[in-house]
């Protein structure tokens, strides 16, 4: 056996073992894991930095991965901390991870020159990668099926996943369809198609996919199934959901049906002024929210301010639900 094929079985061989590993975080690297996942998917990475760190000290691949992601997204591009955060991530089977890894040739790394050597060349990751998705996608993952899709471009492994019930696979070919990709009999049949996809996305709970579907509703006069996607995914702490449905409350505009109800409207605005790290909400919610205030008393201030409490200890944390694969 030549070196080059020692070097590839002993990679391989060390990343069989690594698979054996299983994080076993404290309490408290659970909770700053849970903490930091949820900063890093409100646009704020610089403040998820130090709970990731925390979690992956405890060896979680998952929280490894949003570090290195967390790290990647404030530098712009993948430096050795980001690098070894994805490495430590990856050799415990995180394809995701893997994929990052993979995808280095094209980070702006790349461009500045300033690359981290890592452990295997990017083609080695992409390698290891898509032999672990396409073994669960031959067991029948649809994860699995999704991630062979992220690595081939392959069209028919996101139907196949989306046919297998992964519901962001169901949401991107919604998604597709209605802005024009693939081929039907006529515009009917594709308008059926993409609500069909859409529908099975937000029954299966992706967040998107219920204001997808919301969106899909309105256009055909519906509009007591909007309200009631709408509303579904303000429930789940998506943005999108909990500002279109605070505003709605309030009258702007005032068309869709909903009971005006300033008090609700106020306490779900003003929840989404902690959201400062991106995104432009908190923009848009200063724009409102001043004219919801004066439509109510400072007594009726006090009882929003109280419902945004209790909202928010009996909902998901707000989201903007960022694909984990994002740029």
């Known amino acids: 056996m030549n070196s080059t094929k020692l070097c590839t079985w002993s990679f391989f061989f060390l990343l069989l073992l690594c698979f ?10 659970v909770e700053a894991k849970k903490k930091g996942i949820e900063l890093y998917n409100q646009y704020k990475a610089i403040s998820a930095i130090p709970y990731l760190k925390l ?6 691949d998952e929280a490894q991965y949003y570090l290195g992601e967390a790290i990647r997204k404030n530098n712009r591009h993948i430096d050795a901390e980001a690098q070894k955060a994805y490495e430590s991530s990856a050799f415990q089977g995180n394809i995701y991870s893997m994929i990052r890894l993979g995808r280095a040739d094209s980070d702006l790394c790349t461009a500045m020159k300033n690359c981290s ?3 295997k060349s990017p083609a080695e990751w992409v390698k290891a990668a898509k032999d672990l998705a396409r073994k669960g996608a031959d067991e029948g993952n649809s994860e699995s099926m999704y991630l062979m899709y992220e690595l081939s471009g392959d069209k028919s492994w996101l139907e196949k996943s989306a046919t297998s019930g992964f519901a962001l696979a169901q949401y991107l070919l919604a998604t597709e369809y209605l802005e024009g990709e693939g081929f039907f009999l006529s515009p009917s049949s594709r308008s059926e198609k993409a609500e069909h996809w859409m529908r099975a996305s937000a029954q299966g709970g ?7 579907l919301a969106a899909i509703l309105i256009g055909k006069k519906d509009l007591e199934g909007f309200r009631l996607w709408n509303e579904k995914a303000a429930n789940s702490g998506y943005v999108e959901g ?12 005032s068309n869709y049906g909903y009971s005006l109800d300033f008090v609700k409207s106020y306490a779900l605005l003003s929840l989404l002024l902690e959201l400062d790290g991106g995104g432009g909400v908190r923009r848009d919610v200063e724009d409102i929210l001043p004219n919801v205030a004066e439509k109510i008393t400072p007594e009726q201030i006090q009882t929003a301010e109280k419902l945004a409490h209790e909202w928010k200890a009996t909902h998901p944390p707000l989201s903007f639900f960022p694909p984990k694969l994002g740029f």
């Open 55 to 60: 979690a992956a000290e405890g060896g979680d």
């Open 242 to 253: 909990v500002f279109g449905y605070a505003s709605y409350l309030a009258g702007e505009p």
């Open 20 to 29: 054996e590993v299983k994080a076993n975080l404290s309490l408290e690297q």
């Open 117 to 119: 050597k890592g452990s």
């Open 206 to 212: 992706y967040p998107k996919g219920m204001m997808g």
